[in-house]
């Protein structure tokens, strides 16, 4: 496939996949809800396209395009968002901590701004162990306020280490408008540790992609830590709750301005028609079976709800005695 | 009689304090638009100065609060959730709590942290689900756990009003709670002031937050056949011994449950402090989440690792024997 297919039906897969787990929620099956990636697809496409499978990535609250970029089974995913046993975390993690170590996916990270410094951990290990690894940690305008990842940013620079920070500017944490949160600037915030910082358009995956190879390039010759704020706007809501509660921050016209350029439209306009209609065919039948697959799966047993809590299999003392 | 929930008792706590003082004022995320409901209708009544939405910066926040705390201040901040406690642990345990103290008791700092939907919401996994009221009591923090919308009206009046820092853990599993009450009979409730909502001569069930309501199930479907006293502490720390000890004279009997993790959670030292001092009929229970427990995301597995009613029953029935 064309590169420029393959961005297509990546965000297609996800545009997709999140629609099809937002009717999931709707209908009870995805408890707890989710935190939609509609509209900011093209960052997660753009910069997974440019890593090698064996590259790191660390992803966040609103984590189904990183994890589905970075290559993930779309039906263990959605298992997992659904509490199965065949799910990727095996039922335990779901929406806001989906991982596949097997392909590089550190995990999801419901606390915002932690997952910074975990990425730059494992790619100072693997700068250690001799790898050419890259690690990308993706986060929101809102992390930029966290003490942790302007910490890291120090580490970062300091020692030279292979990771890239993607900043998705999105406008808001949660109701909070990017420019009544951030003094200053965020690409200032990364500059003032020694970083290389720029702000790309963060709805064009071509765009995004050709800055993700410029910061991978720098990550893997031993140029050290880059950053790359990309501007990009949330369709949906914040998390699934709003669908109901409705919360008033944003006004609709402003939404509809917000969502006009549209990474699904402008990557398919790229691709001739019947190209883009088979990709979205293709697309809909992978799902089909990934919502299937997630339907028919089992729940996990009860008595194992605490497997897994430590390495070594030691089991925790029950509630009753 | 009119409707309290839940959740309208904070809010009118806090507009009533807000009324009454103009040195209340409240730091949170989202707390303009009231995401959680407790600020509903505040900024419009108070303003932006006294309401004040705040950047993703709990750790600044929160040491920001004790700064305006020595200034004057008496702020409360609002959690979106209970592990950001973690994150501000520091801050809390090792600033805001030591200051008396350590200034030879020139410094007073009047903070409130409320934590709306403590515990479990089900759904939204290891990250989000935690209730660690009993570490707060550890390090001394005064410490309250509401069940019912009055008791979460009178202790966040009292909370605010004390000189102290005090933390406010309003369980999800009682926010949804609803009561009739005479608006005029609203009450501050002192600190370390248990409430018995079932009386009885069997057995006494120390319950804490929204597992009151579990207790008081058990009794009604052990009446007649078991007597079981309810006794609700609501405020964890300070602890109503002598109201806990009165009851244990009659009854000599004494069930905990408790939604923390069972290695040093608030049950093991109710059961020490009454073995301490009285000779039981019987062996004592604890009904608590299992050690080190991390929620697992599964809805089956989420309520498995959580005490239940069932649980409780039992328990009561053995020590009834
Ligand atoms: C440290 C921390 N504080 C608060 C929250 C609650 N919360 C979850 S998402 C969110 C907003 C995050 O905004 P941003 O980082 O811009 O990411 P976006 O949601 O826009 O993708 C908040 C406040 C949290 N998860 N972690």
Not at chain 1, 24 to 45: D, N
Not at chain 1, 76 to 100: C, I, K, P, Q, V
């Amino acid at each position: 496939m064309s590169d420029a297919a393959a961005l297509y039906r990546a965000v297609r897969l996800i545009r997709r996949f999140e629609e099809r787990a937002i009717e999931l929620v709707r209908s009870g099956v995805i408890v707890g809800g989710i935190h939609p990636y509609i509209g900011q697809e093209a960052i997660a496409v753009g910069f997974c396209a440019a890593l090698r499978p064996g590259d790191l990535i660390t992803s966040t609250h609103r984590g189904h395009g990183h994890v589905l970029a970075k290559g993930a089974d779309p039906s263990r995913m959605l298992a997992e968002l659904a509490g199965r046993s065949t799910g990727l975390n095996r039922g335990r993690g779901g929406s806001m901590h989906a991982a596949d170590f097997s392909i590089g996916i550190l995990g999801a990270n419901a606390i915002v701004g932690a997952a910074g410094a975990i990425a730059t951990g494992a790619a100072w290990a693997a700068q250690r162990a001799g790898q050419d690894k890259v690690v990308v940690t993706f986060f929101g305008d809102g992390a930029v306020s966290q003490g942790v990842l302007l910490e890291t940013f120090n580490l970062a620079s300091l020692w030279k280490i292979p990771v890239i920070f993607v900043c998705e500017n999105n406008g808001f944490a949660t109701t909070m408008r990017t420019e009544e949160a951030v003094a200053g600037s965020i690409t200032g915030r990364a500059e003032a540790f020694g970083i290389p910082a720029r702000t790309v358009d963060g709805m064009d995956p071509v765009t995004v992609l050709d800055a993700a190879r410029a910061a991978v390039d720098l990550a893997r010759s031993g140029g050290g830590p880059s950053f790359v704020e990309c501007l990009t706007y949330r369709f949906d809501a914040h998390h699934t709750w709003e669908h109901a509660a409705r919360p008033r921050y944003r006004t609709d016209e402003e939404v509809v301005a917000g969502s006009t350029r549209d990474p699904m439209e402008i990557q398919g306009s790229r691709l001739p028609a019947d190209l883009r209609a088979g990709i979205d065919d293709e697309i809909e039948i992978l799902l089909e079976e990934a919502v299937r697959f997630a339907l028919e799966s089992p729940e996990p047993d009860e008595h194992e709800a605490l497997d897994y809590l430590y390495a070594d299999g030691m089991r925790a003392r029950a509630g009753v005695a | 009689m009119p409707i309290l929930s839940y959740l309208k008792a904070l809010n009118r706590a806090l507009a009533s304090e807000m009324e009454r003082d103009p040195a209340v004022c409240v730091f949170g995320e989202d707390i303009r638009v009231a995401v959680s409901n407790v600020t509903t209708g505040l900024v419009k009544k108070f303003g932006p100065e006294r309401v004040v939405d705040m950047p993703i910066s709990e750790q600044a926040f929160t040491s920001f609060a004790t700064g305006a705390a020595l200034a004057g201040q008496r702020p409360v901040i609002e959690f979106q959730i209970p592990s950001l406690l973690f994150l501000v642990f520091e801050q809390i345990a090792n600033q805001a709590h030591k200051f008396s103290l350590m200034t030879g008791g020139q410094a007073k700092v009047p903070v409130t942290y409320l934590l709306p939907s403590s515990g479990s919401r089900v759904g939204w996994a290891g990250q989000h689900s935690d209730h660690p009221y009993s570490l707060f009591a550890h390090v001394g923090i005064k410490t309250v756990v509401p069940a019912t919308p009055t008791d979460a009206y009178g202790l966040l009046v009292t909370a605010i009003r004390d000189d102290d820092p005090v933390i406010m853990f309003a369980p999800a599993g009682a926010v949804s709670r609803r009561e009739d009450v005479d608006f005029g009979q609203l009450a501050p409730v002192p600190l370390g002031s248990g409430r018995v909502h079932r009386s009885g001569d069997d057995v006494t069930v120390v319950a804490v937050g929204h597992l009151v309501h579990e207790a008081i199930a058990v009794a009604d479907e052990l009446a007649g056949n078991i007597s079981v006293e309810v006794f609700d502490p609501r405020s964890l720390y300070p602890f109503d011994w002598a109201g806990l000890t009165a009851s244990l004279e009659r009854t000599r009997r004494l069930v905990v449950i408790d939604d923390s993790n069972r290695t040093c959670g608030i049950g093991a030292e109710i059961i020490a402090t009454m073995v301490e001092q009285m000779t039981l009929a019987a062996p004592p229970k604890r009904v608590t989440r299992p050690d080190g427990a991390v929620l697992p995301f599964a809805r089956s597995l989420d309520l498995a690792v959580q005490p239940t009613r069932a649980q409780l029953r039992a328990a009561v029935e053995e020590v009834a024997k």
